[in-house]
C-alpha cells in the first residue's frame, strides 16, 4: 500500500489515459471525419498524460509495482491494436484513393494514378 | 390526331417513369437493412423533342442506376479477407498455445523440473533407492509430457487439414452460387437490386475465405480472381479449386506431414496466390508453424528436437558414467530411447528404455579422478549450463523459445484480428457514406479521413515510446 500514496498521482494520470484511450476505441467504432478527428485530439490527450506519469516517475525512486506495470501492459496492447488499425486504414484509404484518382483523371506516363485535382466550382459574373 | 396520340403516349410514359421512381424508392426502404444491397437512384432523363414525328416528344425516360461503388466493394472485401486470415489464425493458435503453455505448470516445462530436481537429490545420494525411483519416475512423466504433447500436436495437424478441405469446399460452393447468380443476371439484363445484394453478399463471404479480386462485367456479371490470377468464376463457369497433400514435399523426412497445396482446376500449384482470407490463416498453421514445432515437409520440429536433445545428452553421460565403486568401471545405461530412423516422429517414439532399472542408473564418473556421484551432478547442472545441449540453450530455455514462438504469433494474431474488425466497420461504414455520391465528393471524404488518420498515427508512435520508457521506468 505504500506504493499507493506514493504513486498516487502517477496512477490517476495513468488511468486518465486508459479512460482517453477507452473513448478512442468507441469514437472509431463509429468512423466518420468528426470522430477521426476526435480520436486524433483524446490520443494528444493520451500523450500528455503518459508523460505526467513519466514526469512524477522521473521524480520519485520507482518501487516495483505489479498494479501499474499491468496498467501499461494492458495500454501497450490497446496501442498495438491502434497502430494496426491506423496501418490497415492508410493502406486501405491510400488504395482506393489510387482507384478514384485513376478512374477520375486516368494515369500518368509512368502508369501511376493521376493526381487528384480538386478544385471547387468558379462563378463568373460581370 | 398523330400528335395528340404522341402526346398522350409520352405524358402517359412520363407518369410511368415517375411510378417506377416510386418503386425504386419504396425498395430502397424496404430493403434498407438487407446484406449486400446497395440503394438505387432512380435517373429521369428527358427526351428529346421530335417535330417531324412526334414520337417521344418531351416527357421523362428513367434509368435506374445502383449507387454501389466498385471501390468502397474492393475494400470491404479486402478488409475481410485480412480479417478472416487473422481471426484464422486466432482460432487455430489457441490450442496451440495451451501445449505450448508459459506457465511453469505447463506438462513439459514441470515434468523437467522435476527430472532434473530428482538427478540433484540422487547425486546427494546415489545409492538410494528411492532417490533412484523417483529419477525413474521423473523420467517417465517427462517422456509422458513430451508423447502427449507430439499427440496433442498431431491432432492439431489433422485438424486444420480437415478444416482446409473444409473451407476448400466453402469456396467451390460460393463459387457456384455467383456462377447461379451470373446465369440469372444474362437472362435478366435490367438490374435487379436483389440479386445485386445476394451476389455482393456471397462475395462478401468468399472474401472472408480467401483473397479474391471482383471484375465487374457487361450487365453485371462478374468474374471472381483468386489472389488476382486463377479464375474461380468466368461468367457461366467455375473452376473448383482443390487442396491436395504434397507428397514430394515431406520426401526424406520420414515421419513428417506433407504440406499441403492448392490446386486450380487444371492442377497447377496455386499456393502461393492464397495471401489473405480464412484458408491463408490455415495454409500458414499447417504448412509453417506446426512443422516448425512437430515436424513437416523438410522439417524436423522444435518439439522433436527438444526430445532428441534431451535423450542424446542424458543418455551420453550416463553411458560414460559408471554403476562401479571401484575400478574396473562397468560402464552406464542409457536412460531414454527413441526412434532415429524417424526424425519427425521423435518426440513421439520418445521413451524410458524398458531394459534400464533405478540401480543401474550410473551415478559415479569414472574420472580420473573417480567421483562417487560426478555424473549425477553433472546431470543436475544440465540444463542450466552455459553452452546449452539444444541449439546453445537448455532443454527448459529452449521449451521456453518454441513457446515464445507461438505465443508471439497467437498475440500478433489477436492484435491484427481486433485492428482488422475495426477496419472491416470502418470500410462498410465508408462504403455506406459514399454510396451515390460524386467521385470528387468520394475522394475528398477518403482524404479527409486519411489526413486525420496520419496525424492520429503519428500521435500513437510517441505514445507507444512513451509506454517503453514507462516500462523501464517502473522496476519488475
Redesign the interface.
Known sequence: MENATEYGDARECLQAARVSMRQVKRL??????DT??E??AL??D??VQ??C??AI??QSA????AG??QG??E???E????????????K??????D???S??GGYTERGQSAP?M?VGKLSVEG | MGSLFSALDSASQSLQAFERAMDVTQNDVTNANSPGYANQVPELISQDFQTDTGVNAGGVQELTQDTRSS??D??VQ??LS?QGMYQQLQTSLAPLQNVFDVSSSSPIPSALNQLFQSFSQWSTDPGNSNYQSAVMDAAQATAQAINQSAVQLSQIQTSTNQDIQSTVTEINQDAAQIQTYNEQIAQNPTPDAGLSAQLENTLENLSGLANIQVVSGIGGQVTVLLGGQTALVEGNQVNAIQAVNDTASNAGNPGAAPTISIEDSNGNDITSQVTSGSLAGLLSVSNTLLPSLIGGGQQVGGLNTLAQGLADSVNNLLEQGTTSTTPPYAAGTALFTYNAAVPAGIAGSFAVSSTITGSQLAAGSPGPPYSVNGTALTLAGLDSTAAGPVDGQGFTQYFGSLTSAVGYAASNAS??A???S??V???Q??QQ?VQGVS??Q?????????S??????K??????D??????T????
Open positions: 472509431l467504432a463509429q468512423p466518420s471525419v477521426a478527428d480520436s486524433a490520443l494528444r493520451v500523450e503518459l508523460g506519469v513519466a516517475l522521473r520507482p518501487k516495483p509495482d501499474m506495470r501499461i501492459e495500454l501497450q496492447s496501442v498495438a491494436v491502434l497502430a494496426a488499425f491506423f496501418a490497415g486504414a492508410d486501405m484509404l491510400s488504395g482506393w484513393l482507384a478514384v484518382r478512374r477520375r487528384l480538386l | 471501390y468502397a474492393t475494400a479486402q478488409q485480412l492484435t491484427e481486433t485492428a482488422q475495426q477496419l466497420a470502418q470500410a461504414s465508408l457514406q467521385l470528387d468520394e475522394a475528398i471524404q477518403l482524404v479527409q479521413f486519411q486525420s488518420y496520419q496525424a492520429a498515427s500521435v500513437v508512435t510517441v505514445i507507444d512513451t509506454l517503453q520508457t514507462l516500462m521506468m517502473i522496476p519488475t
